[in-house]
């Protein structure tokens, strides 16, 4: 059953560390795309590999940082530096021909 | 960068009757146009998308049109269900048909439709 798994769903944090949000695909989809929502602010791009060993800033990329070293997997590290974490990360990736099919969300929360 | 105005934020109507969402885009070279619904704790699945070579696209209930000119494209739903209560994104990209794929959707800040009864 093809799909793509974000881990973990809920996650919280203590001010000053970082995370990892997990991002696995088994779909041989080139493109991945890591968005972050927050409420009345839509999806907003943070980092995007189309593909191994290569990847590129968004809009928002500045407390975050990304790896691709393998076609499998796109994890997402929110550091220290990211100033408000508090929000719902979606991992995505490339169907063909533009279409972003997402995962289910990790929904991260600083205490 | 691409940039995406969408409205309303908030759009009530009732049951059985049409609803429309707007969406404004700003560079010209977005050739890519998806909708996406995204229900109350659920991942934004793709409904419907449109491509800069054509001016409307229809499935069932659901259509979209584009105004390339304008740099607007609007998603219609026509005889609305309790089902269709969610939020909708709209989204602009350039796609590479030749390869490379795309830099990333930009999405507008969402609709939340409901569905009065």
């Known amino acids: 059953d093809g799909g793509i798994t974000q881990s973990p769903k809920y996650l919280f944090r203590k001010e000053g560390q970082n995370v990892t949000l997990s991002c696995e695909q088994n779909?041989?989809?080139?493109?991945m795309y890591w968005y972050r929502q927050d409420p009345g602010q839509g999806l907003r791009l943070i980092y995007y590999?189309?593909?191994?060993?290569?990847?590129q800033k968004g809009d928002i990329a500045e407390g975050y940082s990304v790896s691709r070293e393998k076609k499998e997997s796109f994890p997402l590290t929110v550091t220290s530096a990211q100033k408000n974490p508090t929000a719902f990360y979606l991992c995505?990736?490339?169907?063909?021909?533009?279409?972003?099919?997402f995962g289910e969300g990790s929904r991260l929360t600083v205490l | 960068g691409e940039n995406v105005e969408q409205h309303p934020s908030t759009l009530s109507v009732q049951e059985g009757d049409s609803a429309v969402i707007k969406c404004t885009y700003s560079d010209s070279a977005s050739n890519y146009f998806p909708w996406y619904k995204q229900e109350l704790g659920k991942r934004p699945q793709l409904i419907i998308d449109i491509r800069s070579n054509v001016g409307e696209k229809k499935d069932q209930r659901i259509a979209v049109t584009l105004n390339k000119t304008a740099k607007h494209f609007s998603l219609h739903i026509t005889e609305t269900q309790p089902e269709d209560s969610a939020v909708y994104f709209c989204a602009a990209a350039y796609y590479m048909y030749s390869g490379g794929g795309a830099d990333g959707l930009t999405f507008g800040k969402g609709t939340h439709l409901i569905i009065q009864p």
């Open positions: 995505a990736s490339e169907r063909g021909a533009g279409e972003l099919f």
């Open positions: 590999s189309q593909i191994v060993n290569d990847f």
């Open positions: 779909l041989n989809h080139d493109a």
